[in-house]
């Protein structure tokens, strides 16, 4: 029997914190009807004391969805929590994110603040949230360099507080995927009630870390995950969406599984994508322009024999439409012949041998052989 993984998206949250990529209401209700779609269990809405716009779109997103629970972010202060809780007032499932640095770095330098003191403010917001909303997830900002002490105590603290939610974030993408691990396995050993909250992994890709780092994280016993559709987010971003749900798919073995709808993920990626003006990379796992596409003769040739030669996972799973045999002057035969054939031409070896050196020429020059120039390179 699997184990479930919450999928907590934050896209119009700390996604749309990327300069350039805000949304005004119409376009978030948008964007999260898709996430309900995509099957996700939480969307984080926005931060509601941040923006009139923001507090709004929140409002409008708890009545435009009605699976997915709708989250609000909070610093851990009074006029944070009660604009969140006001925004989050036509929510079926309404959660308060909130929070406070745990690291001593933003104790000392934002907050220039105590361990103490940080620990009273995280209890009396949690307990100020939940005299609003049952679900309250509490973030320990910078947990990834927090004293390891400190955040089990602090832990401990806003279990017993009334968290239902732990989120122990990676804020700036510092840890490598064995301390995530070893971290998080310290927490499960040592903080008495954590079984009583669920524990959540929020990595940012400040090293190219935050899906590793999230899978290391589920391990050792985290069960939800903060993700973004394209892993965008702060700074490098945030861990990928579809990263994170096609990696427990394809390695079923791990024994965790989602709610995500597979199939929904390319048409999800392309949205945001647009809305946000934000161009996925092409390179990018599962839903970059060439996560499909063969392009040495090699692969092609292999490829086409059979598909699992060189793909994981089907295009069509995860809404791609199907895979890509570009043409360029490392294609093969293969490749060359597989191409003619879906344009209706036929050629023997001796043909097709002679159309190859003449293809190489053209595509010395041209860098990518399109079907017109293949046209024209029959005549
Ligand atoms: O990266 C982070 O620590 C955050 C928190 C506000 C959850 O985005
Ligand atoms: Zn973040």
């Given at each position: 029997?699997?184990?479930?993984?919450?999928?907590?998206?934050?896209?119009?949250?700390?996604?749309?914190?990327?300069?350039?990529?805000?949304?005004?209401?119409?376009?978030?209700?948008?964007?999260?009807?898709?996430?309900?779609?995509?099957?996700?269990?939480?969307?984080?809405?926005?931060?509601?004391?941040?923006?009139?716009?923001?507090?709004?779109?929140?409002?409008?997103?708890?009545?435009?969805?009605?699976?997915?629970?709708?989250?609000?972010?909070?610093?851990?202060?009074?006029?944070?929590?009660?604009?969140?809780?006001?925004?989050?007032?036509?929510?079926?499932?309404?959660?308060?994110?909130?929070?406070?640095?745990s690291s001593d770095?933003?104790i000392h330098?934002?907050?220039?603040s105590t361990r103490e003191k940080i620990l009273e403010?995280g209890?009396?917001?949690?307990?100020?949230?939940?005299?609003?909303?049952?679900?309250?997830?509490?973030?320990?900002?910078?947990?990834?360099?927090a004293d390891?002490v400190f955040l089990?105590q602090l832990?401990?603290?806003?279990?017993?507080?009334?968290?239902?939610?732990?989120?122990?974030?990676?804020?700036?993408?510092?840890?490598?995927?064995?301390?995530?691990?070893?971290?998080?396995?310290?927490?499960?050993?040592?903080?008495?009630?954590?079984?009583?909250?669920?524990?959540?992994?929020?990595?940012?890709?400040?090293?190219?870390?935050?899906?590793?780092?999230?899978?290391?994280?589920?391990?050792?016993?985290?069960?939800?995950?903060?993700?973004?559709?394209?892993?965008?987010?702060?700074?490098?971003?945030?861990?990928?969406?579809?990263?994170?749900?096609?990696?427990?798919?394809?390695?079923?073995?791990?024994?965790?599984?989602?709610?995500?709808?597979?199939?929904?993920?390319?048409?999800?990626?392309?949205?945001?994508?647009?809305?946000?003006?934000?161009?996925?990379?092409?390179?990018?796992?599962?839903?970059?322009?060439?996560?499909?596409?063969?392009?040495?003769?090699?692969?092609?040739?292999?490829?086409?024999?059979?598909?699992?030669?060189?793909?994981?996972?089907?295009?069509?799973?995860?809404?791609?439409?199907?895979?890509?045999?570009?043409?360029?002057?490392?294609?093969?035969?293969?490749?060359?012949?597989?191409?003619?054939?879906?344009?209706?031409?036929?050629?023997?070896?001796?043909?097709?041998?002679?159309?190859?050196?003449?293809?190489?020429?053209?595509?010395?020059?041209?860098?990518?052989?399109?079907?017109?120039?293949?046209?024209?390179?029959?005549?």
């Amino acid at each position: 029997m699997s184990q479930k993984i919450q999928v907590f998206d934050t896209t119009l949250r700390d996604g749309e914190q990327v300069p350039g990529c805000q949304l005004n209401t119409e376009e978030k209700v948008t964007v999260a009807k898709e996430l309900e779609k995509l099957g996700v269990d939480i969307i984080e809405a926005g931060f509601p004391i941040s923006s009139p716009g923001d507090f709004r779109s929140v409002e409008a997103i708890c009545k435009a969805v009605t699976e997915p629970t709708v989250c609000a972010l909070t610093r851990a202060k009074k006029e944070d929590i009660d604009a969140a809780a006001a925004a989050l007032k036509f929510a079926k499932r309404p959660r308060i994110h909130t929070g406070i640095g745990s690291s001593d770095t933003h104790i000392h330098y934002k907050f220039n603040s105590t361990r103490e003191k940080i620990l009273e403010q995280g209890v009396w917001a949690v307990e100020y949230a939940k005299s609003f909303v049952e679900d309250v997830e509490f973030f320990a900002e910078d947990a990834g360099r927090a004293d390891l002490v400190f955040l089990a105590q602090l832990t401990e603290a806003v279990i017993n507080a009334g968290a239902t939610v732990v989120n122990l974030p990676d804020t700036t993408g510092y840890l490598l995927p064995h301390q995530m691990f070893q971290r998080i396995n310290y927490l499960f050993e040592n903080v008495p009630n954590i079984h009583k909250a669920t524990i959540s992994m929020h990595n940012h890709n400040d090293l190219g870390l935050a899906t590793a780092n999230t899978i290391a994280g589920i391990q050792a016993g985290a069960r939800q995950v903060e993700v973004t559709i394209n892993g965008i987010g702060e700074r490098a971003g945030n861990t990928s969406l579809e990263e994170v749900a096609m990696i427990l798919n394809v390695h079923k073995d791990l024994g965790f599984e989602t709610g995500i709808n597979p199939q929904y993920l390319y048409p999800t990626s392309t949205l945001v994508s647009n809305m946000m003006g934000m161009t996925v990379q092409a390179n990018k796992a599962i839903v970059g322009a060439n996560a499909f596409a063969h392009s040495s003769g090699i692969h092609q040739d292999g490829f086409l024999k059979h598909s699992e030669n060189y793909e994981i996972m089907k295009p069509e799973d995860v809404g791609v439409p199907s895979s890509a045999i570009v043409l360029t002057s490392r294609s093969g035969r293969a490749a060359l012949r597989h191409r003619l054939n879906l344009l209706g031409f036929e050629f023997e070896k001796p043909e097709l041998d002679k159309l190859y050196t003449r293809f190489l020429l053209m595509a010395d020059e041209r860098k990518m052989i399109q079907d017109e120039d293949l046209k024209e390179l029959v005549g």
